[in-house]
Structure formats: C-alpha cells, structure tokens
Nanobody, 115 residues
Framework: QVQLVESGGGLVQAGGSLRLSCAASGSIFSINSMSWYRQAPGKQRELVAQIGSGISTYYVASVKGRFTISRNNANNMVYLEMNSLKPEDTAVYYC?????????WGQGTQVTVSS
C-alpha cells in the first residue's frame, strides 16, 4: 500500500504561482511513476503532469511551459510548481502513484485562481 498526502493548494490571482506537494509513504519501493491530476467541477479528471523513476516527464498541452513536476526520492516527495496560473486551472488537484499493478490517490487539494 502507498499513502499520499497533498498540500499547498489555495486561492491565488491570475498570473500568480503555487507549489503543490505530495508526501508518499508505505511501499515506496513499488512506485514506478507519480503524477498530478486535476478535476474541475462538471469535468472529468485529467492528467496534468507525470514523472517516471528517471527524469522523464509528461505535461498536458495546456500547462506546458507553466507547470513543472519534480520528484525528490530522498524524502519521498513529489512537487508541482505552477506559474502563470489562469482561472481555467481552478480544480481539485490529486497526487497519484502507480505501481506495476495498482494506482493510489491522495485526498486532493483545492486550487482556485481568481480573474
């Protein structure tokens, strides 16, 4: 089992920045990749950014150049640095960890961007 706890959400004005953190615990050794997803009201949950066990990363087109995902294996943390935030980035952001067979989710953290 893997436990994930997100933090760092909040209210920010358009153009501002936030840094989300995700603390992982439990069977850390089994994690292959970690990701950030988001879900806005009335919309499906979407993959925002992903980082593998190495340095490979993926970003959805709408956040490329604005968001940066990073991973600190020494303290089992994953971060999402979000810059130039837009009102359409408003959503609940979820941390996700993938093993060979299972997916684990955090409880989510709210990000609200005001115009």
């Amino acid at each position: 089992q893997v436990q994930l706890v997100e933090s760092g959400g909040g209210l920010v004005q358009a153009g501002g920045s936030l840094r989300l953190s995700c603390a992982a615990s439990g069977s850390i050794f089994s994690i292959n990749s970690m990701s950030w997803y988001r879900q806005a009201p009335g919309k499906q949950r979407e993959l925002v950014a992903q980082i593998g066990s190495g340095i490979s990363t993926y970003y959805v087109a709408s956040v490329k150049g604005r968001f940066t995902i990073s991973r600190n294996n020494a303290n089992n943390m994953v971060y999402l640095e979000m810059n130039s935030l837009k009102p359409e980035d408003t959503a609940v952001y979820y941390c996700n960890a993938l093993t060979a067979t299972l997916a684990f989710w955090g409880q989510g953290t709210q990000v609200t961007v005001s115009s």
